[in-house]
């Protein structure tokens, strides 16, 4: 074990993506929803942060809170080293503005395939179009959540935006189809270009099967472009039973680096910079 990286993933090593939820009493959800989750608050997200031995948070506004910010804005307040994602089909630019100086650095959009893919209280890439010059102006980038097969159809879009995009869960690939398939061969595109980030998640593509069937999957990411991976945990893993241990998910990622520095640079130095 490097103590050092050890050390210093517990000054500065960061989850960026995670949701948190409730208390209710406190946050209720929106009543226009597509799932109900069980409630993990602020203060469970903090003991989660202390056992992967991570510092830094990324808090994604989930589509259950519909337009409803102030969970978020809650958290990012009472955790300063938080950053925030929020989810809005619509904002002017000085709604951005202000929601940048309490942490938010990004909004998420999502754009999948298949009937019901996306949840009620969702912005779709159109958003994005009409809502990035104001991010632009902001500086804010945009989350996108997409899979591999509306990806090929989206790549020559992203490339034209005037911001960054981070493409979650690695791009929804499909382990079937492998890593020659158009629509990732899209991302690693988009990738190696500098076009795009990449949030390296794993499980929710592998649901079935092997966790193992994604290594070639991150490797592929990692010889496209190292510097423009970050990773999350994904937690509190939603909809999936039984949940993944975000402990073992962290040591497969690490382990599939295959280096201390790719650690460093996926882990620290990356989310670093792009949630500076």
């Given at each position: 074990m490097n103590l050092d990286l050890e050390a210093d993933l517990r000054a500065g090593g960061w989850d960026c993506h995670t949701h948190v939820f409730g208390p209710y009493a406190d946050f209720p959800l929106a009543d226009d929803r597509s799932y109900t989750p069980p409630e993990a608050t602020q203060d469970d997200y903090v003991a989660h942060l202390a056992r992967l031995g991570l510092k830094h948070g990324v808090l994604v506004h989930p589509s259950a809170y519909g337009e409803d910010d102030s969970l978020l804005r809650n958290a990012l307040a009472a955790h300063p080293d938080w950053r925030g994602v929020i989810v809005k089909q619509r904002a002017t630019r000085?709604?951005?503005?202000?929601?940048?100086?309490?942490?938010?650095?990004?909004?998420?959009?999502?754009?999948?395939?298949?009937?019901?893919?996306?949840?009620?209280?969702?912005?779709?890439?159109?958003?994005?179009?009409?809502?990035?010059?104001?991010?632009?102006?902001?500086?804010?980038?945009?989350?996108?959540?997409?899979?591999?097969?509306?990806?090929?159809?989206?790549?020559?879009?992203?490339?034209?935006?005037?911001?960054?995009?981070?493409?979650?869960?690695?791009?929804?690939?499909?382990?079937?189809?492998?890593?020659?398939?158009?629509?990732?061969?899209?991302?690693?595109?988009?990738?190696?270009?500098?076009?795009?980030?990449?949030?390296?998640?794993?499980?929710?593509?592998?649901?079935?099967?092997?966790?193992?069937?994604?290594?070639?999957?991150?490797?592929?990411?990692?010889?496209?472009?190292?510097?423009?991976?970050?990773w999350g945990s994904d937690w509190p893993h939603l909809r999936v039973n039984p949940a993944p241990d975000a402990a073992e998910l962290l040591a497969t990622f690490r382990r599939w680096a295959g280096s201390d520095e790719r650690v460093r640079a996926v882990l620290i130095d990356n989310p670093a910079r792009l949630y500076a």
């Open positions: 000085p709604e951005l503005v202000e929601l940048r100086e309490l942490g938010v650095r990004a909004a998420r959009f999502s754009q999948r395939s298949g009937a019901g893919a996306n949840f009620a209280g969702s912005a779709s890439f159109a958003d994005l179009q009409t809502m990035a010059p104001d991010l632009a102006n902001a500086g804010m980038h945009a989350e996108l959540w997409t899979d591999c097969l509306t990806l090929d159809t989206l790549a020559d879009s992203i490339g034209k935006l005037p911001i960054p995009v981070v493409i979650d869960h690695m791009g929804g690939f499909d382990v079937k189809a492998g890593v020659d398939a158009p629509g990732f061969r899209a991302l690693l595109s988009l990738l190696e270009s500098g076009q795009v980030w990449v949030k390296l998640c794993a499980y929710r593509n592998t649901l079935g099967g092997s966790l193992e069937q994604a290594q070639p999957f991150q490797e592929a990411m990692m010889a496209a472009n190292p510097d423009r991976l970050v």
